[in-house]
């Protein structure tokens, strides 16, 4: 049984998966369309391998991504115990058999087929109710579910009350076997047991035309239960491993011409290509670091993902890829100390020269200062420029920034002057219309409360 099940499994991840890619110990099974659903991105493992190489496997694999997940099939303690020292995730699933019959039956008359398009606004109800939920992650998770439905033949129901979806699941089946997959119930329809009545129906649905009916589970949560009571048993375990990102890689700053958010691992390299083909005359230096002199691709790679690890709200920095047509064309910094007494940031940032004189500069500091003042609550903003950078210190004026003060810097060991500039709430008015992606969970992260 357990033989058939994984024979089912592979063949429906293999013909959902848009790419493949073999690996000595993994093959990595890609949809880039939906790159952030992490089920449809991953390496599968068919057979246990050192946790260690695994996640080297999936470091070169997934660096476009902003997680890392390794699905091994056959669960190992040994390979779990492995991920979990390098702070990654270990997610048990149970498969779960039909085997027996259920330990009673429920009223299954509200419980109907239903094409996909009528569980569209159900499943997104179930998906803003999680913390992680909004409207661009629900339209990704129903086309991953599009995928699925290419890959094997999928028919999904649902049990309705006073007329509405309140409960709904699927059901995957070729070759005598299928699996009972998406069970949820709405919030504002739990206690009812519609959870039970959708799966009971479902399985006998199911029951009709294949000789294997199973499921998964999460090894430590309540439906396991529910599914022993109808007559599951565990035949199989699987491991989820996996590495999340930071919460900020949600965050997202668009405008007329850019998009603003943080950048995967093979994103970063692509800045610190634009940073190595010129930022600035080579001869002069108009920054108060002179970081250009000595950058390479590690460095900037470097640079970026320890600003993220070091994260906190009481002393943040973040560091935003600026995207134009979607490809990297510089980046644009904001930062604060104590943000959440304070109510003060300050920003930097840089263009690749090919980019320069566009008023994409302006477009991008736009950006990050409309989620200051409108996002984050912040009073004041600083920024400032040394002599040599006429540039930056025309951003500041033409988005109202006032001269507060100067000092001496020396980046290449010359005293030169340093203009520092100051913007206060009230005298900011964006020049471009800025779109704030995913702020709200993020609210505190930036002591912003």
């Not at 449809?40 to 694999?61: K, V």
């Not at 669960?75 to 058999?97: K, S």
């Not at 661009?136 to 579910?145: G, W």
């Not at 943040?316 to 910094?333: D, E, K, S």
């Amino acid at each position: 049984m357990i033989d058939r099940i994984h024979a089912f499994r592979a063949a429906l991840q293999d013909a959902a998966a848009e790419r493949r890619i073999a690996a000595r110990h993994a093959e990595g099974l890609f949809s880039p369309s939906v790159r952030e659903v992490y089920d449809l991105n991953y390496l599968r493992a068919e057979q246990p391998a050192p946790a260690s190489e695994l996640i080297a496997e999936a470091d070169r694999l997934m660096e476009d991504y902003f997680h890392r997940r390794v699905v091994v099939e056959r669960a190992d303690e040994v390979v779990a115990a492995g991920f979990r020292v390098q702070r990654w995730t270990v997610t048990p699933h149970l498969v779960m058999a039909h085997v027996r019959p259920p330990d009673r039956r429920v009223d299954t008359r509200s419980v109907r087929e239903v094409p996909f398009t009528d569980l569209v606004a159900a499943r997104r109800e179930v998906t803003l109710a999680e913390p992680w939920g909004n409207d661009e992650i629900a339209a990704l998770l129903d086309d991953a579910k599009r995928l699925i439905m290419r890959a094997v033949p999928t028919r999904f129901y649902a049990a309705s009350v006073g007329g509405e979806i309140a409960a709904y699941c699927e059901v995957r089946a070729r070759d005598g076997v299928a699996q009972i997959e998406d069970v949820n119930t709405l919030g504002r329809f739990r206690g009812r047991g519609l959870g039970r009545a959708v799966v009971q129906h479902a399985l006998g649905e199911a029951r009709r035309s294949n000789d294997i009916v199973y499921l998964e589970a999460l090894a430590d949560d309540w439906p396991r239960d529910l599914y022993v009571r109808l007559g599951f048993d565990v035949v199989g375990e699987r491991h989820f491993n996996t590495l999340f990102p930071s919460p900020l890689t949600r965050l997202r700053l668009r405008t007329p011409r850019l998009e603003l958010r943080l950048g995967t691992r093979a994103e970063l390299r692509a800045l610190a290509q634009v940073a190595l083909s010129g930022i600035h005359d080579p001869a002069e230096m108009p920054f108060e670091l002179p970081w250009t002199d000595t950058v390479t691709e590690q460095s900037v790679v470097d640079y970026h993902e320890q600003a993220v690890r070091d994260f906190d709200p009481e002393d943040w920095q973040l560091n935003l890829l600026a995207f134009h047509r979607g490809r990297v064309i510089g980046t644009q910094g904001i930062g604060a100390e104590s943000f959440a007494e304070r109510r003060t940031v300050a920003t930097g940032s840089w263009l690749g020269r090919r980019w320069q004189g566009r008023g994409l500069g302006t477009e991008m500091r736009a950006a990050v200062l409309q989620l200051a003042f409108a996002g984050l609550g912040a009073d004041v903003a600083r920024s400032g420029a040394i002599d040599g950078n006429p540039q930056s210190l025309g951003v500041s004026r033409k988005l109202g920034y006032e001269v507060v003060g100067s000092h001496t810097v020396s980046p290449r060991g010359v005293a030169v002057e340093h203009t520092d500039v100051e913007l206060r709430r009230e005298g900011f008015r964006s020049p471009v219309p800025v779109e704030i992606i995913a702020l709200e969970p993020l609210l505190p992260s930036f002591g912003a409360a």
